[in-house]
């Protein structure tokens, strides 16, 4: 059989024909589009420390049974507007003190950084930051745990966070390069983790 040859006008007219779909379908589906992407975005705005109480508790079920959880921030980031690292100072109960840097990304090469990347995640994009203070406390022991000696154990863990502006492209039309400036002048506390009764028990 040898097959029939149409023009562009001519196979238009053999296209196959199907019935739209009707007024209840369309409904339909545009009403689970729409559901979606509501419960989806109020589940994104649930992570944010200034609606988490409104809205975390109430979502996080839904979030969890049907897979939906979303963080828009990955694909709209705010460009970054200060050069920072942190540090821990542990105290021990003889006053003696130990500082801890938490992984310097700025000073590392480009295998180090891939090797580490996770890292960077808790350490620099939630332990800093408000959405990552639930965290805090078991980075706090973690360390603490890491060190403790039975005769001179820790008492106190403090993490600071050292910081310096860069410049604004837009307003100084030029590009604040992160090595050029590696001495972050300016620290602020983020967290003081004092040890308790039941931690030493852990620690033990």
Do not use: C
Not at 23 to 36: A, D, I, P, Y
Not at 62 to 74: D, F, H, P, R, V
Not at 78 to 86: A, E, G, I, M, V
């Amino acid at each position: 059989m040898v097959d029939q040859k149409y023009t562009v006008e001519e196979a238009l007219g053999h296209g196959v024909s199907k019935a739209a779909p009707g007024k209840t379908r369309r409904v339909l589906l545009s009403s689970f589009v729409v559901s979606f992407f509501v419960l989806a975005n109020l589940i994104s705005f649930s992570h944010y420390p200034q609606y988490k109480e409104a809205l975390l508790q109430r979502f996080e079920p839904y979030s969890a049974a049907l897979g939906i959880g979303q963080n828009w921030t990955m694909f709209a980031p705010d460009t970054r507007k200060l050069n920072f690292h942190s540090t821990a100072l542990l105290e021990f109960e003889d006053g003696s003190l130990r500082l801890l840097e938490f992984p310097r990304f700025d000073l590392m090469d480009s295998a180090s950084k891939f090797k580490h990347a996770k890292l960077r995640k808790l350490f620099n994009d939630y332990m800093v930051n408000q959405i990552g203070e639930k965290y805090r406390p078991s980075i706090a022991r973690f360390y603490l745990m890491s060190v403790y000696d039975r005769k001179n154990p820790p008492r106190k863990l403090t993490i600071d966070f050292h910081f310096r502006e860069t410049k604004d492209p837009t307003k100084d039309g030029v590009i604040d390069r992160r090595a050029s400036y590696r001495q972050h002048l300016k620290k602020s506390t983020i967290f003081i983790y004092r040890v308790r009764e039941k931690d030493r028990k852990l620690f033990y």
